[in-house]
């Protein structure tokens, strides 16, 4: 069985990489030029709580458990329910409309 996702899901520090981080950290104006207009400048700060939300941390990801299921599926042990996925996408599907 094989279910394809159709939105894809992406995490904030996949988005931004830590240079752009640190770079808006040590810079805090930044200024534009725009098209038929004079110089546009900006104050832009982040606060350190943003800052370390952006990090991802070893907390993310529940390591063991991973290898937990990567162990049952290795052994023939892991169950999958197919009318728990079944009702999860008809909800999804019925919150969609």
Do not use: P
């Not at 982040?46 to 990090?55: A, G, N, R, V, Y």
């Amino acid at each position: 069985m094989s279910i394809d996702a159709t939105k894809s899901v992406t995490t904030i520090s996949g988005l931004l990489k830590n240079d752009v981080v640190n770079e808006q950290q040590k810079n805090e104006t930044a200024s534009v030029q725009a098209k038929n207009c004079v110089n546009v400048s900006t104050n832009v700060s982040i606060t350190q709580h943003s800052i370390d939300l952006l990090h991802s941390t070893d907390k993310d990801i529940d390591v063991e458990k991973i290898e937990q299921i990567k162990q049952a599926i290795t052994n023939g042990s892991w169950v999958i329910d197919t009318h728990k996925i079944a009702d999860k996408l008809i909800e999804q599907l019925l919150k969609n409309i």
